[in-house]
């Protein structure tokens, strides 16, 4: 037929492509190569030769599990290796692309695809055979994050891996499963190692978090990667929203009684994969958490999170010193400074929510980074998602790091599933924050009173 | 960073790519545009839409199924508008080349890998967002091979889903599982329904391939499609090489004791999703079982095939027809004119095995399609995975599929562990058909055999 | 401490009555007795022995695994055996009664109760020590009912047989698990084989009853006989009662959306095991099914049966033989004659009506066995459970069984949760049967058809 | 049929036993009685009465849950008027004896049989109908052997929740699954609780115990109770016998490689359930581990204790203060006395082991409490398994309780299959000791010692 000889003839152009690399390989294994004692680059290209075809699960097995043992100056070497010697070739792209301009049909075009995709990915599809090595794969990549600072020409690599995980860990291929008390101790091992908003401080805190009636707690996983939570999202059910976080994480409170739950509370959301970085998960997590808590806790009515607001002191800082500014006045910075002080009285604290409030929704509203994006990493997340931004709470966090990052300033984000299509597309497309009213009006009640203060 | 830079700069690349289509999709939609009367197209259009980053699981979910209650006619008609409103630009991939052509730098290469790659591919991804949809996914490339013949320009589009399931139903990803009489009914069923080499007559015959302590099955799985095997092999445990198909699938046999086992023998192999067509899970299958019934049962040292050879006897009579053969003579012709009755007596037998047998050792060892290649199929696969060809079986199969394809020839290919890698590259490398001194010794046979006819 | 020397004190009595019965099985076994050569009643009492309590596990998995191959007339021996030398001892009983008669204390009461209880009980539990051997036991105990026509001593053994087994199958030990396509080829084999309502043709007709959108059927198992179901019932989802089973079970016929269902019909219960006869579970399961149905079906407000009436074509038969009858007239035989035939016109059938529906009334609400008991079993197991007979169907069971037992007569059963309670006690204490004013009523139109037709 | 309705006449006693016990419960029920207010004792009246046989499983779980509710006090008074209220009835035992003594056939034993059993039993058998009762049944005893040493009277009922738990509890229904670092954290958090040999003193020191490749944990678990351990084993693997618990614990140690291993060590057995006291497990546990680990590590050749000797320093005082004795001379006594500090110098090691080495030795083989036994507890359960005393290790364990409670001694026995009957019979027939030779030489050691120090 010839469709699948349009096929064959793609993979023969794969194959072809692969098997020049693999010459060296070729020399060096003949047919005494043993596996065991290769350097890990010519195993890397033996896996795209025909020995490859046929003992692909076992060099894929060797070399993940040989990689896992090396050093890590070995292990950036094999990176470097992987990334220069598995590129795509000039010399055949250029060839490939004047068949395709002589005459763009859908067979020149597919083998210009073949030729154009680099020889790497197919190596990381290889090394992705043998059961188990999903898992040391996003290590690797991990790896290679460290070490890009040190070896920008690596960003090439990570675009292969990121393209494949992108690819292998979409939304339709993760499950969702909720950890609670009867969950195996090496999944609740992991979520107490990677929780990064609020730590989780003993399995005492942890058990706190996920035992009882009013909290739940759920996570993305991977069939391929079963011991290893993606992201997870901790919520606590509530009859109001949250204005701080010692409530909900207090050793001591009273249980809500079923019935009363009227809010899910999502507190925080940690992604646990570094070698994940850059594939999204959030946004599906939130979003199907609140589709299965809809459907089995009708009472709820309400979406929302508690979230840190991480970049906002350090905004301020840098407004206090920038004399330009006409977002502080003198008497602000006296107030802030005064802040400074480990314990602050009432009376300073009202002075000090006069400064901070405007200041707060300015960093949200009208603050932007030189490029025009919104400064917080948080409300990126969050608005991207299509949630709006509902509620200011100063004092909220006095944790060490709830005053290091935002004089302990925490927001609300409201998950609202009728107007999540049309936030996104306004923040996606107009870069607009969606905000509630009281938001927009704490940003006014500080041009009143900057105009109160500038005469 | 400048890496994350880099690979947004990308991800904005895909974006505006994607966006460039939708603009009729917006145009529709608009703020009240309601995916339950969208056309399809225009859904996959919206799909890649800042709105489909927003509601992607949704449409996602709408469109499969919507598309599982179309007519075949308009099933096509969808596929048609997939393959064309989301190629990739000729004239965008002109300009990336021609950025690439004069520094071809990682990011330009990687600008032109994103422009080269089709839309089509990102359409695929997100589709599959919405849990559940990888089956329907299958099953849309399932009537997309259909449709091929009429539509060849479809090619493309089956190219893409090729290049994602070869990703997605990468060996790693994949489950094995054994199927025996403790196995679901709905996956039972589809063992019956799939068996593609002997016919499984009712569930009193699946039950004696499945339930005896002598008789194995195992098939593969994706976690995504967890009810439906993959691929699944039927396996014999016996105490010698079968030469006949008969005594494995008799009804009454006795059941042969554990320790007396030293013989896997695969009997059949099938392929369950023709959605899966090209994407190859065979040879891991064997491979696999073959560990695996290693480890269990360390009586086993043999592991062979009773397999069918489905295009013998269209050869030898296509040989017959051809009067300049020299393989056949015309004594031959009347021994096999007279075979066509349907019982044969001993003599007769004896008269077709002298015939029959060097015929199908050339088959296998001389014979070849005009391109040069082994004509049996069963044996391109065997021969690929780096089996032997160890025995030829006349008068195996005398079932009516048996006698009409093979005049009832089965053979065995030998799995050994030893000489996979090396039989596998003789014959991806110089074609060459490794096959036991018996094998060989049957065609010389008949060489003598013909010169003994050909005065 | 007191209470220990208390306890410790029984079990030693205990103790003593077995050992004093295991002296032969010492003499035999000695140091060199090997238990795979001892005779199984010389086991049992090697079971009661010290050396039992070392080795309880390896005898007791000996004597089932052994016993489980013998011929029926051998384990009938084995059975007796067991019933007559593991019996209580007359002697032991008067003399641990007169130590209690003249001081009754707690003491003295449990000491005559350890008397009193026959070691068989002992031996019974210790041949469940080994895991597995529970199953075995319930087939002994059916081979044991098997042989109580011809050895009515066994009536003892059974009594301590069933004292365990309604103390091992409680009903907080059971488990309920729904039965439906995806469920185990072995146990959906165990359904079609004890279907005893309306027999299961095939595994296609098996599939038409569990896996429809409206059919259910559900199960009790037992932890310990985990591929065994106990009983199970099957269910419709209807929109109203049902007047006929024929509907049910039809091969073509539509299947109700879910929220048209009201109405859950039990059109079959069938106990599994005979070895536990006597122990009842259909109650529970009902009662269970009932309450599951409600919170996942919360459409449903009515739980009826469609049962058959096994016992009314017998008793009519008789009624008709009688001549001294006053519920039969001589124009009643001639009609029911008449419909002896295979076919009946509708005329017939209107006449049949008129004579069958007040006798099937009747044969409910009045006629009563010798000793004062409803006539029909399917009656007093609804009826004790609770529930009210609430419709005559007659014609609705035309299978060659529905005519035969009850010229094809069917009645509706209705569980209605708030006078469960009620209804069984009126049953219970008064043998009232609770029946819906429909049934009464056809009661009283016989009666005015007699006195026409009695001049 | 004769036999059921010897079986009926049978439940008959029963029931009618029963029913004169619920006249008042029936009194106050009447049609109104709701059970949410009914005084718990009127309910268990209730569970016997017409209204329970149709409503047991919600008046049960009712009984159970209120009671769980109840203050320590009301469920002692609870406790006692199950006791008293449902004892068997003197006169009518009287009566049944009479029949039976004047015909002792089986139907009259069986009567005498339902007659002596006291209804309590009864009672519960139907507080277990609800699921999830089964535990709250063994919390309930649990409190019952809390109140036994202030209301004796209550070992009558004890007696009958003990005759019940001997039946659920039997070895053939409990469940052995290995726990490690996978299981539930509510399953862990149980054993860190229950460890009563070695105190766990955190998650990471479970996480020791359990994770590493040469340790082992198994529990039993009963169906019913699913989330509780009944009694578990920890084991070490090792490649000797060890001599010293503290190697064993260390947070820094070597892990042993798979094949090295050639010794299972029971260092630690604990009981979870103080409800299921005298209802024995260990025996079984410690043999069905012992059968798991042989198949599945073949190179472990040994399987032995590690084991405290928790009677050694009482008794050893005892004899100290004891001027008549023959075992200690006042040079011994010195050596002890010396000991009492904290540290102790090798000199004064050597000279306690050369005191408290025979003493230890005669611990076990000579030293008897008044009723003839051996005194330690914990020998007494291993010899009573068959164990032989393998070893004594004196300054074995260091720890607060070791040292209080046995001058830091251990001992090893040791689990030999082929000897383990034998061991057992002459232990629990003649009360023999089984010892090694050394254990052996150790007393004689001291005879020399001693006879040395008395000219």
Same mark, same amino acid.
């Given at each position: 037929?010839?469709?699948?000889?349009?096929?064959?003839?793609?993979?023969?152009?794969?194959?072809?492509?692969?098997?020049?690399?693999?010459?060296? /390989?070729?020399?060096?294994?003949?047919?005494?190569?043993?596996?065991?004692?290769?350097?890990?680059?010519?195993?890397?290209?033996?896996?795209?030769?025909?020995?490859?075809?046929?003992?692909?699960?076992?060099?894929?097995?060797? +070399?993940? *599990?040989?990689?896992?043992?090396?050093?890590? /100056?070995?292990?950036?070497?094999?990176?470097?290796?992987?990334?220069?010697?598995?590129?795509? *070739?000039?010399?055949?792209?250029?060839?490939?692309?004047? +068949?395709?301009?002589? !005459?763009?049909?859908?067979?020149?075009?597919?083998?210009?695809?073949?030729?154009?995709?680099?020889?790497?990915?197919?190596?990381?599809?290889?090394?992705?055979?043998?059961?188990?090595?999903?898992?040391?794969?996003?290590?690797?990549?991990?790896?290679?994050?460290?070490?890009?600072?040190?070896?920008?020409?690596? /960003?090439?690599?990570?675009?292969?891996?990121? %393209?494949?995980?992108?690819? #292998?860990?979409?939304?339709?291929?993760?499950?969702?499963?909720?950890?609670? #008390?009867?969950?195996?101790?090496?999944?609740?091992?992991?979520? +107490?190692?990677?929780?990064?908003?609020?730590?989780?401080?003993? #399995?005492d805190d942890l058990r706190r978090r996920i035992e009882p009636a009013d909290r739940r707690c759920y996570a993305f996983f991977h069939p391929a990667l079963i011991d290893e939570p993606l992201i997870f999202v901790e919520v606590a059910l509530m009859a109001e929203r949250p204005a701080a976080i010692e409530?909900?994480?207090?050793?001591?409170?009273?249980?809500? /009684?079923?019935?009363?739950?009227?809010?899910?509370?999502?507190?925080?959301? *940690?992604?646990?994969?570094?070698?994940?970085?850059?594939?999204?998960?959030?946004?599906?997590?939130?979003?199907?958490?609140?589709?299965?808590?809809?459907?089995? +806790?009708?009472?709820?009515?309400?979406?929302?999170?508690?979230?840190?607001?991480?970049?906002? @002191?350090?905004?301020?800082?840098?407004?206090?010193?920038? @004399?330009?500014?006409?977002?502080?006045?003198?008497?602000? @910075?006296?107030?802030?400074?005064?802040?400074?002080? =480990? !314990?602050?009285?009432?009376?300073?604290?009202?002075?000090?929510?006069?400064?901070?409030?405007?200041?707060?929704?300015?960093?949200?509203?009208?603050?932007?980074?030189?490029?025009?994006?919104?400064?917080?990493?948080?409300?990126?997340?969050?608005?991207?998602?299509?949630?709006?931004?509902?509620?200011?709470?100063?004092?909220?966090?006095?944790?060490?790091?709830? #005053? @290091?990052?935002?004089?302990?300033?925490?927001?609300?984000?409201?998950?609202?599933?009728?107007?999540?299509? =049309?936030?996104?597309?306004?923040?996606?497309? %107009?870069?607009?924050?969606?905000?509630? *009213?009281?938001?927009?009006?704490?940003?006014?009640?500080?041009?009143?009173?900057?105009?109160?203060?500038?005469?």
């Amino acid at each position: 037929m010839l469709n699948i000889g349009f096929l064959n003839e793609l993979l023969n152009t794969i194959a072809h492509q692969g098997r020049s690399l693999v010459d060296r /390989a070729r020399g060096l294994a003949g047919d005494a190569g043993r596996i065991d004692t290769m350097p890990l680059a010519d195993l890397a290209a033996l896996l795209l030769s025909a020995r490859g075809e046929a003992s692909g699960v076992v060099i894929a097995r060797e +070399i993940v *599990s040989r990689y896992q043992r090396l050093e890590t /100056a070995q292990r950036h070497a094999f990176l470097l290796a992987l990334n220069n010697s598995f590129a795509a *070739s000039p010399d055949d792209i250029r060839v490939a692309f004047s +068949i395709y301009d002589s !005459e763009p049909n859908a067979r020149n075009h597919a083998r210009l695809l073949a030729t154009v995709e680099p020889p790497r990915q197919e190596v990381i599809r290889r090394l992705n055979l043998a059961p188990g090595n999903t898992g040391g794969l996003v290590r690797m990549r991990e790896d290679l994050l460290d070490a890009l600072p040190d070896h920008p020409e690596l /960003a090439a690599l990570d675009n292969d891996f990121r %393209h494949l995980f992108s690819s #292998w860990f979409n939304r339709g291929f993760l499950v969702l499963r909720r950890i609670d #008390w009867s969950s195996p101790a090496q999944i609740l091992e992991k979520i +107490i190692r990677y929780e990064a908003v609020h730590a989780i401080e003993s #399995w005492d805190d942890l058990r706190r978090r996920i035992e009882p009636a009013d909290r739940r707690c759920y996570a993305f996983f991977h069939p391929a990667l079963i011991d290893e939570p993606l992201i997870f999202v901790e919520v606590a059910l509530m009859a109001e929203r949250p204005a701080a976080i010692e409530p909900i994480l207090a050793e001591k409170r009273d249980i809500l /009684a079923g019935p009363q739950a009227t809010t899910a509370v999502f507190y925080s959301i *940690s992604n646990c994969q570094k070698g994940l970085a850059g594939i999204s998960f959030g946004n599906f997590l939130i979003k199907q958490v609140v589709e299965d808590l809809r459907r089995d +806790i009708p009472t709820l009515d309400t979406f929302v999170t508690l979230s840190p607001v991480p970049g906002f @002191r350090r905004w301020v800082d840098a407004e206090c010193a920038n @004399r330009t500014t006409t977002f502080v006045s003198d008497a602000d @910075r006296a107030v802030l400074a005064a802040l400074d002080g =480990e !314990e602050n009285d009432p009376e300073d604290m009202e002075d000090a929510s006069r400064v901070l409030l405007p200041l707060l929704a300015r960093y949200f509203l009208e603050a932007r980074t030189p490029s025009g994006r919104v400064i917080d990493p948080v409300a990126r997340f969050h608005l991207g998602n299509g949630a709006r931004l509902e509620r200011l709470n100063l004092f909220a966090d006095f944790s060490a790091k709830g #005053w @290091r990052d935002s004089y302990a300033a925490m927001v609300n984000y409201l998950y609202d599933l009728k107007s999540i299509e =049309e936030n996104h597309e306004r923040f996606a497309t %107009h870069g607009e924050v969606v905000a509630s *009213s009281a938001v927009s009006r704490a940003l006014g009640s500080r041009r009143l009173h900057k105009s109160d203060a500038t005469p």
